[in-house]
Nanobody, 114 residues
């Protein structure tokens, strides 16, 4: 079955950095677009970044220039490097793949203190 396991969240001060990882299994990883979403308290889940099988990326306007998504097809892992974090980046971050339906990890909490 499809499994997406996120790691790397935590508490960081504003201006700091974190690197999230998502290990995928049960899917042909290299053939699929992988994405990171986030959901802040009281808000809807939103797309943060995505990377397609060719390595092309797209980002939410709010994170452009600060976040970088990448993938390692040999390790079936997608990463999200987050720099210059701000309190408004505080959210649960979810790994996602869509193969007919959306599959989600359980999420990892990122808390940015001011």
């Amino acid at each position: 079955q499809v499994q997406l396991v996120e790691s790397g969240g935590g508490l960081v001060q504003a201006g700091g950095s974190l690197r999230l990882s998502c290990a995928a299994s049960g899917i042909p990883f290299s053939m699929n677009t992988m994405a990171w979403y986030r959901q802040a308290p009281g808000k809807e889940r939103e797309l943060v970044a995505a990377i397609n099988p060719s390595g092309n990326t797209n980002y939410a306007d709010s994170v452009k220039g600060r976040f970088t998504i990448s993938r390692d097809n040999g390790e079936n892992t997608v990463y999200l490097q987050m720099n210059t974090l701000q309190p408004e980046d505080t959210a649960v971050y979810y790994c996602n793949v869509r193969i007919g339906i959306h599959y989600w990890g359980k999420g990892t909490l990122v808390t940015v203190s001011s």
